[in-house]
């Protein structure tokens, strides 16, 4: 600071300027209801203005390859979910693919999920937690999906047996 | 930045007031001549709010967009298998019976809206998520992006899976 300023002025400027960062908040948003959706989060700006966005490092497992996969695992449940229920047959093996692929699905569902709405940015911390969680509950599942084909009845045919029950 | 817009309003101001009125907007002005820029505008660039914000659209546009639905129908499928499938794996230790029998058993007893009320709840999401699935298989084509073609698809859209929901739960 140049010419310090009275303790006074100071607090009023502080005031002024921020109470009016605040009315040009609302008045851009137009409402003065409290927000219906989570506050935005810690924010910092890494750098200066002028520094480009990081780009990221290209990799085909994370970007095509991954992109590809998905697309095919969802293709793939169509006539895995339609063929059971259509012929009325049943098949173990069939049925085992139809629990890995909705298993494998479910999973990259989930993951999007998480990597959409906890941002590595804001919450590293929570997203390390939330992404272990979501590992631990598919093997998990997967346990369960193991216990339920062999022990069980398999999955179409406990889905079948519950709807007309 | 902010600042210094603070100051060219405040002089704008200043110029269809009385003297007095002037005084602290332009002490307010002096004072942030003195401050460190690059401080100021990071603050306030951190207290901005995020964008988009769903409540400023209409309800129409948004609300009932197939992708946000893809999503919600996504985990209800997927998050009942893993609450059954998880509760399953325990079962056994705390002497719980959630065996398809036990459950066919259980389902079977209820009255005829609840179970038809509950197949809903799972048989829509399923139709939905059925149905918007292949229409984005269609879309990762290339296919299906005019703006006509997406609010026709999307009104049946709702209207098939709604159908289809109330097929399974009330006709299967």
């Known amino acids: 600071m140049g010419g310090r300023p009275s303790a006074a002025t100071r607090g009023a400027f502080a005031k002024s300027s921020f109470q009016s960062q605040l009315m040009g908040v609302a008045a851009f948003h137009n409402t003065a209801r409290r927000s219906a959706i989570l506050p935005p989060g810690p924010q910092r700006i890494i750098g200066t203005v002028n520094d480009p966005a990081p780009v990221p490092e290209p990799s085909s497992a994370h970007g095509s390859y991954h992109w590809s996969f998905e697309r095919l695992l969802a293709a793939g449940l169509v006539p895995l979910i339609v063929t059971p229920f259509a012929s009325g047959s049943l098949n173990p093996a069939t049925d085992a693919i139809l629990c890995s692929v909705l298993l494998l699905h479910s999973h990259m569902g989930f993951q999007s999920v998480v990597i959409d709405y906890i941002p590595q940015k804001t919450y590293p911390g929570l997203r390390k937690i939330f992404w272990w969680l979501l590992n631990a509950a598919t093997v998990t599942v997967g346990v369960g999906l193991y216990e339920f084909e062999t022990n069980d009845v398999g999955i179409t045919e406990a889905v079948k047996r519950i709807w007309r029950a | ?172």
């Open chain 2, 1 to 172: 930045m902010i600042a210094q817009r603070v100051g060219v309003a405040a002089l704008r101001r200043g110029a269809a007031q009385p003297f007095f009125a002037q005084t602290l907007p332009r002490a307010a002005l002096a004072a942030s001549m003195s401050t460190t820029p690059t401080r100021s505008w990071s603050t306030s660039a951190c207290r901005r709010p995020i964008s988009p914000h769903l409540g400023i659209y209409k309800m129409e546009q948004t609300w009932f967009g197939a992708s946000a639905w893809t999503r919600i129908t996504g985990c209800v499928l997927s998050g009942t298998m893993y609450t059954y499938m998880a509760a399953y794996v325990v079962a056994p230790l705390v002497g719980l019976h959630i065996e398809s029998a036990s459950v066919a058993a259980a389902f079977g007893s209820l009255p005829f809206a609840i179970k038809g009320g509950l197949k809903f709840a799972l048989g829509f999401p399923f139709a939905f998520h059925f149905f918007v699935g292949l229409k984005h298989l269609v879309y990762d084509m290339g296919k299906g992006f005019a703006k006509d073609t997406i609010i026709k698809s999307e009104k049946i859209l709702w209207g098939v899976s709604i159908v289809g929901g109330l097929v399974l739960a009330f006709f299967v």
